[in-house]
């Protein structure tokens, strides 16, 4: 399989990573205890996804900018398919929700993941630099 295709694949997949990160991190929060501060639950995610992401570009050593072009655009798929989804169970339920869920959707499986995609992938440029490989 070629590189451009296994990123793609891994981008798809790793996208809700994010918030399945973020919601075992509430679920745990809501058993045990607060987290302080409060922002270390939008930081845990982040870590661990551009973790995850720095490890895949070591191991698949595709170009960066054709990564980053990839991490900007692949989650908008996800988004846009989650958020067609949640617009027709909308329209099926006739209870009115007052939090908009589109807003929740574009940061969960958007926003997030790719800041945390983009920051593997400085992760990765810098080891790289420090070790002389690139």
């Known amino acids: 399989m070629e590189r451009s295709t296994k990123a793609f ?3 798809i997949f790793a996208t809700p990573l994010w918030a399945l990160v973020a919601f075992g991190i ?22 661990i996804v551009a ?17 980053a072009v990839m991490a900007s655009i692949v989650p908008l798929i996800v988004v846009i398919a989650l958020s067609v989804v949640t617009m027709i169970e909308d ?6 929700h007052s939090d908009d869920s589109g807003f929740f ?27 002389g490989d690139a």
């Open 91 to 96: 329209l099926r339920s006739s209870s009115y």
């Open 26 to 47: 509430e679920k745990l929060e809501s058993m045990y205890g607060k987290i302080s501060p409060e922002i270390l639950i939008f930081v845990y995610p982040t870590l």
């Open 105 to 131: 959707i574009f940061f969960l499986f958007y926003l997030f993941p790719v800041v945390s995609f983009l920051l593997g992938a400085i992760m990765y440029y810098t080891i790289t630099r420090l070790k």
């Open 51 to 67: 973790l995850v992401s720095t490890l895949f570009l070591w191991k698949l050593r595709i170009s960066l900018l054709e990564f």
């Open 9 to 11: 694949i891994f981008l």
